[in-house]
């Protein structure tokens, strides 16, 4: 080789996985985290499937999975390998243009477990980094398996396991954590979101949704700061009950601001009127909330549902995304939630921009007899807040509201 060849093949840098993730545009046959890109539109830009070509679509090959109840994932695509889990957290690569099984990893968990998952013991995916596939298992410990062989590297118990938790979510990766929340509200236990360390499996900060005992103090996390201001929004002895606001879904990194963005679901129990006598607005239940991504120290938040008594969760997908809004551009979270309203909302101050029924919403005085009653007429864009129709909190005995438990919408994208 002459010496001007060998300086032209000077190596290029290498790319962190969370780099990788923010050009993700530059490999479009790629599937790199669980919405495609930290924003999580989830949408390719391959341009070899349209309306003129997808009648030509044809099956390429099949695989069965080792089990024979739920698949919820949304599979990754990276470096021609294929992964995504089944019912059990089992985790499975494939090659993706042949659907050849490279290897299987099976958790072994006790089936006993799914007696404490709500709806069945689904998992919606993994996470890839470092050369580690991560998967959150249902009976609430975090997996980093070898990319290559799918051998087990570390796992670590993310929950109290005496307790009703779960994980049926898929965690996320940014700048070598590990993020992962939970499942259980329905059961009494009490939410948080987690950060670990991908190389070791050491937690490194965690965020608790709703207050705890106050007999205990502090707990030691990243949200005592703000546990402060939610425990004034709450009534009763809500701990007993757990409070619920577990993150069992939507987590999403935003790398313009270098924050956390969770969706925080439903009280523990459902019913306001037991979960904290005399109400208040059960911060942070059904809420957007932003954390500083390194350290999980609160940002901001902002509450679809204040007082939620309906399982009106705000775990639903969240997607980010640069608008123009009024005649400037506008960094925006997005979200429909169950309570039938979408939300957009600034996402460096959580301020809210709009909300608009995506379900039809009725006021009282005309909605025929035996039709649901809608759970609020409109949000307040000055103060954000929702303007409820009372009859909707069932207080005085049942009373028939739309939408129900399922939601206008859940948690498919």
Request: proline share 8%; hydrophobic share 35%.
């Amino acid at each position: 080789l002459t010496l001007s060849a060998c300086t032209s093949r000077v190596p290029e840098p290498t790319r962190t996985d969370t780099q990788r993730i923010i050009a993700a545009d530059t490999e479009p046959g790629s599937w790199l985290t669980h919405g495609r890109t930290y924003g999580e539109q989830r949408f390719s830009p391959l341009t070899t499937v349209s309306t003129n070509t997808v009648g030509r679509l044809g099956l390429a090959w099949t695989y069965e999975m080792k089990t024979n109840r739920s698949a919820s994932a949304t599979p990754l695509v990276v470096d021609g390998v294929m992964y995504v889990t089944s019912a059990w957290s089992l985790v499975y690569a494939l090659d993706a243009a042949t659907g050849q099984e490279r290897w299987v990893y099976d958790p072994k968990v006790e089936r006993a477990v799914g007696a404490k998952a709500c709806c069945d013991v689904a998992n919606r995916g993994v996470a890839l980094s470092e050369g580690k596939v991560f998967v959150g298992v249902i009976d609430g410990r975090l997996v980093a398996l070898d990319a290559k062989t799918g051998a087990v590297v570390w796992e670590t118990v993310t929950v109290d396991q005496s307790q009703p938790y779960t994980i049926t979510g898929a965690p996320r990766t940014a700048n070598g954590l590990v993020y992962i929340g939970n499942g259980g509200a329905e059961y009494g236990v009490r939410g948080y979101v987690s950060a670990y360390d991908a190389r070791s499996g050491k937690l490194v900060w965690r965020f608790y949704t709703v207050p705890g005992d106050p007999s205990k103090g502090p707990d030691g996390a990243a949200s005592d700061p703000a546990m402060a201001t939610a425990a004034a929004t709450w009534n009763g002895e809500w701990w007993k009950v757990g409070g619920g606001g577990t993150v069992w879904d939507a987590i999403v990194y935003d790398d313009d601001f270098k924050q956390l963005i969770i969706g925080v679901g439903n009280g523990s129990p459902w019913n306001q009127q037991i979960r904290s006598p005399g109400g208040g607005d059960n911060l942070f239940l059904s809420s957007i909330v932003a954390l500083d991504a390194a350290t999980g120290a609160y940002r901001w938040h902002y509450q679809t549902t204040p007082g939620d008594t309906w399982d009106y969760t705000a775990t639903q997908p969240i997607i980010l995304a640069d608008l123009p809004i009024d005649g400037r551009p506008r960094k925006v979270a997005m979200q429909a939630p169950k309570n039938g309203f979408f939300y957009v909302v600034d996402r460096e101050t959580g301020t809210l921009i709009t909300a608009q029924p995506f379900l039809p919403m009725s006021p009282t005085k005309s909605t025929p007899p035996g039709v649901p009653l809608s759970w609020a007429y409109a949000v307040d864009p000055a103060t954000g807040r929702p303007i409820e129709n009372p009859e909707a909190r069932f207080r005085g005995g049942a009373a028939m509201v739309r939408p129900g438990p399922l939601g206008a919408h859940n948690w498919p994208s």
